[in-house]
């Protein structure tokens, strides 16, 4: 099965933007995460494992206990790739300026 | 002239929904027509060097425009918009979708919906683009429309050409 790993499958899902809301902050570990959310600790460690195969989280280990803090870098190319988005409707909108005037002025001539 | 129109482009991640505002120094029934009629609609839609190329388009509620976005290299990629809503001169509401040849849609797709209004000889388009998915709109950009990037390059070129001679 292809399972899809990247910042847009990251985010997809609101129980996992919570959790790249929380660890913006700081970084936390697996437990204290948890602890903010009604759903069982199972369910945030399998949260926090597809944020880390995404790339978007990473482990770090303090002494005995695992922190997972956000990958700053990968939540830069989730705005990268909406601004290509952006800069397709600007260079349309830039055509349909050149087309109105143009229009415009044929008018005028007639 | 053109520096004082309005362009707004705001996305809200959680709602799957990107707002587009933008003004054109035109009256509305010219800028309606530009965004309804598929001869006028094929001139700017694609962002250059693609090619809008539209083989059939019905405006009317119920009606379909199947189009494709055309490669420098000549490379077609199918397009279907299904027309939902139709207030004339002020809103229109479609269905946007990838297809294959043969006019089926590859779901999901996008819902947009256009507001038109106009003050003073300038007319304000309203746009709000709402997708299923994350991943759809992700694929817009893959298919080939990487071209604001190059028209970057363009602009940076001619820029550092121009500074170079100064």
């Keep these: 099965m292809d399972i899809r790993r990247d910042v847009f ?24 995460i948890a602890e903010h959310f009604d759903t069982t600790r199972q369910a945030v460690s ?12 990473k482990q770090e280990t303090k002494g005995r206990e695992i922190y997972y803090q956000l990958e700053i870098d990968k939540m830069k190319e989730i705005d990268q790739w909406l601004e290509q988005f952006r800069k397709i409707w600007e260079t349309r909108f830039n055509q349909l300026d050149d087309l109105l005037s143009t229009i415009k002025k044929q008018k005028n001539e007639k | 002239m053109k520096n004082n129109l309005l362009f707004d482009f705001i996305v809200d991640k959680r709602a799957k929904t990107v707002t587009v505002n933008r003004e054109f120094a035109a009256e509305l029934p010219l800028v309606w027509d530009a965004y309804t009629k598929q001869e006028l609609l094929d001139q700017w839609w694609a962002p250059k060097p693609w090619e809008s190329r539209t083989k059939f388009m019905d405006f009317r509620v119920g009606g379909r425009r199947f189009y494709a976005m055309v490669s420098p290299e000549g490379d077609e990629r199918w397009l279907i918009q299904k027309y939902t809503s139709i207030t004339p001169k002020t809103n229109f509401k479609l269905f946007n979708a990838f297809a ?36 759809r709109l992700e694929k817009m950009i893959e298919t080939g429309f990487t071209e604001g990037t190059k028209l ?8 550092l050409a121009r500074l170079s001679k100064s």
């Design chain 1, 46 to 57: 399998k949260h926090l494992r597809i944020l880390t195969e995404c790339e978007l989280v």
């Design chain 1, 9 to 32: 499958q990251a985010i997809a899902d609101p129980t996992r933007r919570a959790i790249i809301t929380l660890i913006a902050l700081q970084a936390m570990t697996p437990n204290a």
């Design chain 2, 152 to 159: 970057q390059l363009d602009n940076l070129e001619a820029l």
């Design chain 2, 100 to 135: 294959d040849k043969d006019e089926n849609p590859e779901l999901p797709g996008s819902v947009l919906d256009l507001n038109f209004s106009e003050q003073d000889g300038t007319t304000k388009v309203n746009i709000s683009i709402y997708n299923e998915s994350l991943e």
